[in-house]
């Protein structure tokens, strides 16, 4: 597992096939409450108890988007953090997150484009030991950093 760059992000030059780094996150009523005003998704399935549990899920489940969004994270502030933009990105869904669930999104180095300066990163997220999304990120990467400018800069 790595460590954020001290730079904040991770230049294509440094990366590896095989690089992982993780994030865990506690979905709660308030993250599901601010993911719905962000996105505007208001689906009843995600904010109302007494429709969600008529449901096959019987019960309210987080968005999906909201699960991937951690994976998000981790490849803006992790891996390879700083720098990196998104260019595309898969998602297959298993199972469904629930509020108190405790989600760790692991993205690994999956391959690296030399030509492209462009990464494709492994996206999963698990609550305990079950796989609840995964998919393929592909990444845009720095190749040099910006020199940082002082106050006189």
Do not use: W
């Not at 502030?77 to 990196?84: E, N, Q, R, S």
């Not at 760790?104 to 999963?124: I, K, S």
Request: negative net charge; proline residues 5%; aromatic residues 8%.
């Amino acid at each position: 597992m790595i460590e954020p760059h001290p730079s904040g992000g991770y230049i294509f030059d440094e990366l590896v096939v095989g690089m992982t780094a993780e994030k865990r996150v506690t979905v709660t009523e308030e993250r599901i409450g601010q993911f719905a005003e962000a996105s505007d998704d208001f689906n009843p399935l995600h904010m109302d108890t007494a429709f969600a549990a008529r449901t096959a899920y019987r019960g309210r489940i987080a968005h999906g988007l909201l699960s991937a969004s951690f994976g998000s994270a981790v490849v803006g502030t992790i891996l390879p953090g700083a720098g990196a933009i998104y260019l595309g990105q898969t998602l297959n869904f298993y199972r469904p997150v629930r509020i108190g669930d405790v989600v760790v999104a692991r993205v690994t180095v999956a391959a690296l484009d030399e030509a492209a300066a462009r990464v494709v990163l492994r996206c999963e997220a698990y609550v305990g030991d079950d796989l609840v999304m995964d998919g393929d990120a592909t990444v845009r990467v720095p190749r040099r950093r910006r020199p940082r400018h002082g106050a006189d800069g």
